[in-house]
Each structure stands twice: as structure tokens, then as C-alpha cells.
């Protein structure tokens, strides 16, 4: 029978990270270790990562989500919970940081090698991944300094935190990098978070078109449906949905969302998405549709960060993926990567 434990883990970031919706010094998660009694040397682990003020999951009550879930475990053994296992992410579907654990564990014990949990280009043949460069909000100065360091690290793209500062200060930050670096020689991606009203995402895009800018996240809140659609419709930057995308849980409703919106780009993040088969459905959809997307870490430990670039290897990439935030915390695990050149490789 499979036997579940799990423990809590505090997180402490190198620097306080912000974004515009404030400022983070900790991360709590939530270690899960997934094992067999036949074969109890062997075990899996996935992570739940939730974010607070982004994530659905109801941060209070995952002590106990977890602790029941370490109950209903005991009934299964690997193969009848191969089975059980999609009405499990259904029941669980308001705790998708959870949910992305439980998949993670399992599929880590399934193969039996702890730590590999997908056979992937990634983990298999130690194919890298390319990421971008992310430059976190500050004062203008140490943002500059940032992009300018990612850029000297080898990173042909670079994403950039923006709605927290004086706007006149991102314009003018965008400004000197671009007197440097063209388009063509660099990439610079947006992340707004939501920041920006819709009174006023119409003139600030149109005012930084002219720094030639790859795409902007979530500039409006995801609440502003209406004017998002359309804003990807007059395309003046492309948009990129990301917390538009929480909390979707089946393909039809995903598909009308994509069809509707019509974005150019979507961000998949499958700590807040409720895991592997969520973004699977993503991504089968955009295809479809024409939309370009790309993964990217919800601020994981190396535990759940290795396990995303795992699944991201299984996919036809073609754009920088946004894996890069491994080297944000003092007490990190062990990694089984590292950054050379603008790309996440395995160790």
C-alpha cells in the first residue's frame, strides 16, 4: 500500500522579491514523500508550492487537505492509483498546488529512480532548456544592473517585472537598455501581474511599442476580461495570460476562454494550474488555436523546479521558457541543475 508524508518547509529568499502585488521575504511549501511497502527504500517527492494572494488553494486548510489525503492513500497500491488518480485531481481541484505534488510524487515513484519524473530529453539525455532572464522589481538602478548582469550571463531574452514603480522610471529604465541592445540582438518580455488599470493599458502600451517588446503578462487584472480581449485584438504589444488562467478546470471551459480572449501568448505555471494534465490542456488547445506559450516556475524549491523542466522537455519548445528561479533562496535542496548561457541544464 502506498504510504504519504509530508513536511513543511520555509523557504528563505537571497532578497525580498516584489512584484507588484508586494513583497515576499519567505515561501512556505509543502514537501510530499510518496513510498510502497513492498518497496519502502524507494520514494517519490513532489512539492506544493502555493502562492499567497495568487494561488486558489486555500492556504489555511492544506495542513488538513493533506493529512486526508495521507489517509486515502493507504487504500491504493501503485496500479489501482494509476487509476484512481484522475478523480483524485477532480476531488482535489480547488488545491491545484497540491494536486501538482501528488502527480509529481507518484510519477517519481512509478519510475522508481527518485528524481526522475518523466523520461525526458531533460533528464535522459541532459538536453538544455531555453530560459529567460528574470529582473525583479527594484529601483530603477538595480533593475538596470540586473538586466545588464542577465544579459552578460549569456540570456537572449529578458523578463521584466514592471507596475510597481513610478511608470516614467520603466519607461526610461526600457529606454537605456534598448539604446544598447536592439530586438534583435535581445528580447524583452513584460510581467505587469495585473498592475495597470484599464483606463490607462491602452496609452502605456502604446507609449513602450517603440522599444520593439516581445510580449507583456497579465497587464490587466484577470477580473478586466472584457477589456482584455480587447486589448489582444488591437495588439499594440502581444498579451501573454497568465493568472487570467487559474482556475479552469475543464477543457471546454479552457478552450472558450482562449477562443474568446484570443491572446497571442499563454504563461502555464503548473503549481497554479492543478499540475501536468491542466497544462497539457493548455497547450493542446493553443496549438489548436494558434497561440504561442511558454512554462514557467511559480517560485518552487529545486524540487518542483526540477520536475517542470522535466515535463517542459517532453513538449516541442520554441520559445525561452521561464525556469530560471533556482538560484532565489539560501536554503534551496540540492540542485539538479544549473543556468549556463541563457539556458537551465541538468547536473
Known sequence: ??????????????????TSRGEMNTHDTYILRLTDEIHPDIYGLGEAAPLPGLSIDHLSDIDHVLSVLQQTLQAYDIDSFTKILPYLEDEYKLYPSVVFALQTAFYDLKIGQMGKVFASPFYDMYMPIP???LVWMSNADTMLAQALDKINQGFTTIKIKVGALDFEEEYQLLAHIRKLYTADQLGIRLDANGAWLPSEVFEKLERLQKFDIHSIEQPLNAKYIEDTKKLCCKSIIAVALDEQLIGYKNLKEKAELLQYINPQ???LK?????GYSQCNEYISTAEKLGIGWWLTSA??????????AQYCSLQDIVLPQGLGTGGLYVNNFEPEMRIQNGMLVRV
Not at 503548473?270 to 492543478?274: E, Q
Not at 517560485?299 to 517542470?308: H, P, R, T
Open 270 to 274: 503548473p503549481t497554479l494550474l492543478g
Open 1 to 18: 500500500m502506498l504510504q504519504l508524508t509530508y513536511s513543511k518547509n520555509k523557504l528563505q529568499f537571497k532578497h525580498p522579491i516584489r
Open 299 to 308: 517560485l518552487e524549491s529545486n524540487i518542483g523546479l526540477c520536475a517542470i
Open 265 to 267: 501568448y499563454i504563461v
Open 131 to 133: 530560459i529567460n532572464g
